[in-house]
């Protein structure tokens, strides 16, 4: 029992509860939102010092012994990914606090942002797939109203098609959870994954199992990411890029959560449908990306891309190219957070993202021209920077890995030519928008961006450490992979002698 | 009464996602309700149907129902409530803001 | 407003104390019995919702003077805090007690910290549909005049 690994949970959940509750005082309300992320930060480390020291941290809520009472739990894998979004967060709220417009504070943009920050941290920490389902509910609902907050056009109508889509296929979520619970009469994920185990994983289960992965493919935007561009595409900067960072891969984590401890009897199967789902993803997104005519599409199919070379080294299935997965996860989180923020600064900057029209903002705006630069480097996958370690490892992994299925030369030829694309798209941004003839004068900016580059600095920071401090990160993201590929590790945490 | 709930259960999910399918707001957002109600009976028909007191073993009872699906259902239940709600309300704003409630006529919405 | 209903207005004076006396016992019984905080917060929107159908919206403003998205907060604050009470005394997160009281008029009384969870329960939802409903209604007023 540890009473910590609530506490990334509760302590947004409060601090949204309070700033809904005394909403008279935007200065408090800012100094609270900012409190209650940096405590979270601080939990979510120590969590992960514990988990990565005394292995993986469990807590039976109400006292209630694993597969019958509600577990938290807490492996390496949840606490690097806990870290990793408390920092994205206090990046996109120190950027919102410049930015999102006095109307958004005073109504609930605040307890809206924490409620959502709830809903990710407890998706990560949760150990059964109907808490699951909730916690995904609590994020969406809070990503609803903060998409349409504001009520603009634009939003209203993205708001609507994105609420209909994700309330179906959360009822296809609820489908196959139910179906599990017919078979098997638990949706604990450790008891579910030992009693598949035991039992093998018939065709039946592997219908199951395909079923969740065209749910989470939904959420996470892999293959199925028809929803994603204009839903990215309309809320303020902040928000976008809050979702943009946290909300597909929330659905990404689902996957290598569910794809490692429980349904990983039958590769053959799900990973080589992952195999395909993710070549499909980033080619289809990548040509979005390089045919997009507005900053805010391009940077939405960029995301799409992301999920789907993390997907590829789940596909690939060898230790090394899952531990890649989860190093381009925490860069591919950090990173696109960086990006729809700086996209955003132009757009803030400019007054619209139609990238004919702008041209030479180097000359009054060159750091934000550079950090723009570094990103789409880092994002291509270029070494000091942050998305090498990852790629690397996964198409070493695909190139080398996957004999006996002949191996996956096709799915790295893909990563590759999609890498490629990704640095096309955004150096098309960067030249077209920041070298050239400066059109715009300072005096006739739409808007300031004053203080909004400091939280982009954060990032880069962090992201360049993640890059250059590869060998420092190593060893604890090679435990996180380590617990996903040796499910027994979960299982003898969450059930103790019941093996 | 599996069999007949199975058959009521596909019946839900076809009107749901016929109404879905339709372009009027208000149609969308009962198919998406429908649906939901079908996945509920969905879960309490694979969760066993059967009579029975509440599982508290300590009070003797010795015939009892499965407790996990109601309380799925009821959790269920409680999140559709707000999302069919946050629908309504969406639908409304969104009449009065766009003047409609076709989704083919707001197709042509630019940001602005 | 169209003209009042004396009819409906003298039968809701009586049945709005009805609902809420069933209210509170659907909330109060809900550890051991079909009931609990969700019901319980539901019927009270009910009666609220009648008292609305049958008189004006300004009257019933001022018999309920908050504001119900706030009181929403607070009750899942209370339900929070009940969970987080177990984590002072070193228990697992949710952990429940029950205490057993006698008091005279109503003999033996079970008090569990479950029914503090219900009540904070009760009021978010009261609080949220309490909110839907006031967010429509005003509107169609404004829009009307």
Redesign the interface.
Known sequence: MNNLVVLPLLIPMLGGLITAIFRKNIIFRRLLSLLAIVLTGAASLLLAAQASRDGVQLLEMGGWPAPFGIVFVADMFSALLLVTSSLVAMACLLFAFRSIGEHRERFYFYPLFLFLIAGVNGAFLTGDL?NL??CF?VIL?AS??LL?LG????Q??E??KY??FN??S??LF??A???L??VFGT?NMAHLAQLVAEAGQSGFISVIAVLLLIVFSLKSALFLFFWLPGAY?APPVAVAALFAALLTKVGVYAILRTFTLIFYHQPGLTHDLMAVLAALTMLLAGLGAVSGKDIRSILSYNVIIGVGFIIAGLAVFTLDSVIGSIYYLMHDMLMKALLFLLGGVIIIIVG??RLQEISGLIRNHPLTGWLFFITALALTGLPPWSGFPGKVLIIRQALAGGAEHGGYFWLAGIALLSSLMVLYSLLRIFINGFWGETVLPRAMEKGSAKGLLYPCLILTLAGALLGIGAELFYPYIALAGNGLMNPDIYLQAVLGEVI | METLMSILIGVLFTIGVYL?LERK?LR??LG?AI??H???L??I???GLKKGDAPLLALGKTSYADP??QA?I???I???F??T??????????H???GSDD?ES?KD???? | MKGKDVILQTVTKMAAYIILAFSVYLLAGGHHNPGGG?VGGLMVAAAVSLLLLAYDIRIVRTGFPFDFKTLAAVGVLIAVMTGMGSLIFGEPFLSQNIFHLHIPVFGHIELATSLLFDIGVALAVFG?AMS?IY??SE?TCA?KR
């Open positions: 109907f389902f909730v509910e609902l609803y109203v349409s009520g603009t056009k634009i209203l109508r708001t609507i609420v209909v309330a179906v959360s009822m609820l489908v959870v139910a179906y619970y017919a949706l595409g619209h993202g | 879905i707001l969308i957002i998406s649906i939901s079908a996945t509920h969905l879960i028909t694979m969760g996990l699906p799925l009821l959790t269920a409680v999140i559709n707000a999302i709600a946050f629908l309504l309300v969406l639908a409304y704003r969104a009065g803001e766009l989704m707001l919405i630019e940001h602005e | 969700f949220t839907i967010m429509i509107d829009w």
